[in-house]
């Protein structure tokens, strides 16, 4: 199992940017797939954006062109940058390590950050 910290979550205005970081430790980095989920209130923990361990990146409808996943291996780090900010974005996200083929959805993750709060405010 890796372990993995959020950061970078706070209020921001509509249209305004921000980005997200986690830092993992306990096991080979390039060995796993990472994704970013969110979850808000009284809704599911939805995909929002992932980075195989080769480099290939799959990103939901909701945020195509504005958010961007990134991952730097010599820092065992992964990046969410998220751009035109949308009240809808507001949600706990989520940073998730996995091995699975499939990397688009939850169930193929196998270690779990504690959350960040980004909150989109018009």
């Known amino acids: 199992q890796v372990q993995l910290v959020e950061s970078g979550g706070g209020g921001v205005q509509a249209g305004g940017s921000l980005s997200l970081s986690c830092a993992t430790s306990?096991?080979?980095?390039?060995?796993?797939?990472m994704g970013w989920f969110r979850q808000a209130p009284g809704k599911e923990r939805e995909f929002v954006a992932a980075?195989?361990?080769?480099?290939?990146?799959y990103a939901a409808i909701s945020v195509r062109g504005r958010f961007a996943i990134s991952r730097d291996n010599s820092k065992n780090t992964v990046f969410l940058q998220m751009n035109s900010l949308k009240p809808e974005d507001t949600a706990v996200y989520y940073c998730?390590?996995?091995?699975?083929?499939?990397?688009?959805?939850?169930?193929?993750?196998?270690?779990w950050g504690q959350g960040t709060q980004v909150t989109v405010s018009s």
């Open positions: 980075i195989s361990r080769t480099g290939v990146t």
């Open positions: 998730a390590a996995g091995r699975q083929p499939i990397i688009t959805t939850e169930r193929s993750y196998e270690s």
């Open positions: 306990g096991r080979t980095f390039t060995d796993y797939n």
